[in-house]
C-alpha cells in the first residue's frame, strides 16, 4: 500500500516539481534577482507563520491520527463530526490572527527585513497584507486533504498543488506587466483558489453536508492536546525561516533570492521522494501502532529511514557534479549563477539527513508524540541562529554554516529521541 501510494504521489510530485522549475525559471528571467524578487520571496513570511500557527490543526501528521480512532469492535469510528468542528474552527481563528497581523504589519516588519530599503519595505507591507489569504485558503485545503488522505484517496492530493503552481505561474506571465510585485501575489492567492476547489472536490459522496456546522469545543481540546506540540515545531520552523530571511537581507541585495533559489533545488528532491513516501506511511504506520503492532511499525520506520537517506545521498551526489547545468538549466543564465551554486553546496550536504529526519518525524507523529519532534526542533534552531551570529563577520558562508549545523543537529536528536522511545 505504502509503495503503490508513493508512487502515485510521486507522479504528482514530479509533475509539480517540473510546474516548480518553469515558475522559478520564469522569475530568475522575467523579474531577476534583485530588490523585487526579495520583496516577493520576504512576502511570504508572516503568511507562512500564520500557516504554521494553525498548521498542526489541519496537517496530516496531527489529524489523520487524530481522526483515526477504532470503536470498541476495532472499527474505525465515523470522523466527520471531528472534522466538521476543526474545520470551523481553523476558519476563524485563521482568520482573525491574519485581520490581526495585517493591521499591525508596519509595527515590527523593519525587524523582519532589516536590510530593506524604506521604499522596499512600503511594498512589502503592502503585499504582505495582501497574501495574509493565502495560508487561509492553503489551510482548509489541506485540511479537506487529511479527511481524504484518511480514506487513501491520493489523486486529488496530488493535483490540487498543480492549480497552485499554474496560478502563480499565469501571475509571473500575465499579471507581473501591469501590476509588478502586486501581480505576482494576484497569481499566488489565484492559484491557492483553485486549489482549494480541486480539492474540495474530494468530499464528494462523502455527506458531510449532513453534519456540517458541527461544532464541539470537545473535538477541539482533544485535538489541541495533541496538536500543542505539533504547534510548537511549525512555530519554531516558521521563526527559523524569518530568521534566515532576515539574516539574508543584511547579507545585500539579491542575497535572499539566491539562497531561496539554491534551496528549491534541493526541495524539489524532498518533494518527490521524500513527502511522498511520508504521506503515503502515515496513514499505515497510524493504524499499525493503533492495532499494537509495533514489530511491523519499526520495520517499516528502518526500512524507509535508510532507503531516503541512501537516495538523498546519491542524489546530492549526482546534483553536486551536475550543479551548473541544474542552474542554467532551471534559471538561465543569471548573474547570480556563482552565488545559486555556493548556496546550493550546502544544501546538497544536508539533504540526506533532511530526508531521513522527515520519515523519523512522520513516525513519531503517527504514534502521537509531538514532543519529541518538537524538542528537536527547538534545539536545531538554537544551534542554527549561534551558529550564524557566531561566524557572521565571514560572510555569506555565514548562512550556509546555520543550515548546516540546523540540520545535523535535527537529524542527532531526533533520531536518539526515537530510539529512546518506548511504543509499548
Known sequence: MILKNSALLAIFSMLSVLLGIVRDRLLATHVGVGPILDIYNASFRLPDFLYAM??????????VPFLTIENK???IIDSRHKFSSISLFFAGFASLTGLIIAITIPLY???????????????????????????????????????????????????????YSLGIIGGIVFLYPPYGVHGL??????????????????????????????????HIKELFSLAYPRTGV??????????????????GPGILSAYLFAQRITDAVTQVIQQSVTTASLPVLSK????????????VVKK????????????????????????????????????????????????????????????????????????????????AVLA??????????????????????????????????KLL
Open 304 to 383: 524507509y529511514v535508510l532507503t531516503l537517506g541512501a537516495i538523498g545521498f546519491f542524489a546530492s551526489s549526482a546534483i553536486y557534479f551536475l550543479k551548473d547545468v541544474v542552474i542554467t538549466v532551471l534559471y538561465g543564465n543569471t548573474s547570480a549563477h556563482s552565488l545559486i551554486s555556493f548556496f546550493l553546496v550546502g544544501f546538497l550536504i544536508v539533504l540526506p539527513f533532511h530526508m531521513m529526519t522527515g520519515f523519523f518525524s512522520i513516525s513519531l507523529y503517527s504514534a502521537k508524540d509531538t514532543k519529541s519532534v518538537f524538542y528537536s526542533n527547538f534545539v536545531s534552531t538554537v544551534v
Open 288 to 299: 499499525e501502532f493503533v492495532e499494537h503492532k509495533i514489530d511491523t511499525y519499526k520495520h
Open 234 to 251: 511549525n512555530i519554531l520552523t516558521q521563526l527559523r525561516t524569518i530568521f534566515f530571511t532576515a539574516f539574508a537581507t543584511t547579507l
Open 109 to 163: 516588519a523593519r525587524f523582519i527585513v532589516p536590510g530593506f530599503t524604506e521604499d522596499q519595505l512600503t511594498v512589502f507591507i503592502s503585499v504582505t497584507r495582501l497574501l495574509m489569504l493565502q495560508p487561509i485558503l492553503l489551510g482548509i485545503t489541506s485540511l479537506i486533504s487529511c479527511f481524504a488522505q484518511m480514506k487513501n484517496h491520493f489523486v486529488l492530493y496530488g493535483i490540487a498543488p498543480l492549480g
Open 54 to 63: 494553525s498548521l498542526a490543526f489541519v496537517t496530516a501528521g496531527t489529524v
Open 388 to 421: 550564524c551570529y557566531v561566524t557572521q563577520h565571514m560572510g555569506n558562508i555565514s548562512l550556509l554554516y546555520g543550515v548546516i549545523a540546523m540540520s545535523l543537529s535535527n537529524f542527532v536528536v531526533i533520531s536518539f529521541l526515537y530510539s529512546r522511545k
Open 185 to 218: 501575489i494576484y497569481g499566488v492567492l489565484i492559484g491557492a483558489f483553485v486549489s482549494f476547489l480541486i480539492q474540495l472536490y474530494s468530499l464528494r459522496g462523502t455527506r458531510m453536508i449532513d453534519v456540517f456546522p458541527y461544532f464541539s469545543f470537545k
Open 73 to 75: 469492535s476495532g472499527n
